[in-house]
């Protein structure tokens, strides 16, 4: 038989390794311990990267990840039930700060509006009343505005008058040269 000893050596060294991953995940249900990849991996001094080159090792270890521990006294929790645990714990979290997003915008709005009141700026009380001041405004502008109208007329009458006296009067008198 022509084998290569390189090839027999790698083999061997793999089919060893396979072992210290085996047993690591052995003493790790035992002892109750929370069995993941990279906690296997480091008990048994492999790399992660041959957990997942061996399918079979890895399925091992997810099997075993997934079960209850196996020595521990009181309720059995199971990875299904904390992540629904987590699934609510989140859910929860998600309705509880719309819930929170809600409120401050409620907030926000009664206290603008509060502050809108408190400064005067906001909507008094009395709408006709200011209605009826604003009509009563408007009116003595148009008034104003009329006035303003007749006196820039008086005041073109009176300089186009000027004009022509001082015309006159420039006709009037021979210049003296």
Do not use: C
């Not at 929790?77 to 401050?104: I, W």
């Amino acid at each position: 038989m022509n084998t290569n000893p390189l090839i027999e050596g790698r083999k061997a060294d793999s089919a060893r390794r396979r072992q210290r991953v085996i047993k690591a995940i052995n003493v790790a249900r035992r002892a109750g311990t929370v069995i993941s990849v990279s906690g296997i991996a480091r008990q048994a001094g492999v790399d992660r990267a041959f957990l997942y080159r061996h399918k079979d090792l890895l399925a091992q270890v997810h099997t075993a990840g997934a079960e209850p521990p196996g020595d521990v006294a009181g309720p059995v929790v199971s990875r299904a039930s904390l992540q629904a645990d987590l699934a609510n714990a989140l859910d929860r979290g998600t309705r509880l700060a719309a819930r929170v997003r809600h409120l401050e915008t409620k907030l926000s709005e009664v206290l603008g509006e509060q502050a809108w009141r408190e400064s005067g700026l906001g909507a008094p009380d009395d709408v006709e009343q200011l209605k009826s001041r604003i009509t009563a405004l408007e009116q003595q502008v148009i008034d104003l505005t009329g006035r303003l109208e007749e006196r820039d007329e008086e005041l073109q009458a009176a300089r186009a008058a000027n004009r022509q006296l001082i015309s006159r009067l420039n006709t009037a008198r021979p210049t003296e040269g």
